[in-house]
């Protein structure tokens, strides 16, 4: 008699992998293009990008990838849902060029922009990766938790 609980789990991992990848894409996206990360021909940058940018990015990605992964389980905490659109922001904030950045430019001016606003983006990178993960690790412990499996 074939195992009934395989083709579900499957499909679970199937569909983990498919909102994992998903949402690790479109946050790429969404943030490497307005901030040039990823060159086009749609957006410029005045200041270049620095290697930590890239890092940031990378983080941000794999974070909220694994997130997305959990939305695939219905278990998951459901209070959690808005920290992935306030981590990708402020990472979007961290790696985007200071002044490029409209709203910082009228809040600043461009002189502030590059002496305030970019040595704080280390910060705000750090700030949307913490919630990244605070988000997941909530999500898990509630995935964990409802399929009663043992802590890692």
């Known amino acids: 008699m074939a195992d009934r609980t395989e ?8 569909r983990a992998a498919a909102y994992g990848l998903g ?12 901030t040039v990360l990823i060159p086009n021909p ?12 890239y890092l940031f990015l990378a983080l941000t990605v ?30 979007f904030l961290a790696v985007g060029c200071p002044v490029c950045n409209k709203l910082v ?15 704080a983006q280390p910060l705000l990178a750090l ?6 993960g605070y988000a997941l690790a909530v999500r898990l412990r509630a995935v964990r938790h409802a399929w009663q499996l043992p802590p890692t």
């Open 7 to 14: 083709p579900t789990t499957t499909r679970l991992a199937a």
């Open 23 to 34: 949402t690790g894409l479109a946050v790429l996206l969404l943030v490497g293009i307005p």
């Open 42 to 53: 749609w957006f410029s940058r005045m200041v270049p990008t620095r290697p930590r940018d």
């Open 62 to 91: 794999l974070l909220s990838g694994l997130l997305g992964t959990t939305y695939a389980f219905p278990a998951a905490c459901p209070l959690q849902e808005g920290k992935l659109t306030a981590g990708g922001f402020l990472s």
């Open 105 to 119: 430019l009228l809040a600043l001016g461009t002189n502030g922009a590059l002496r305030y606003f970019e040595p």
């Open 127 to 132: 700030a949307g990766l913490a919630t990244l």
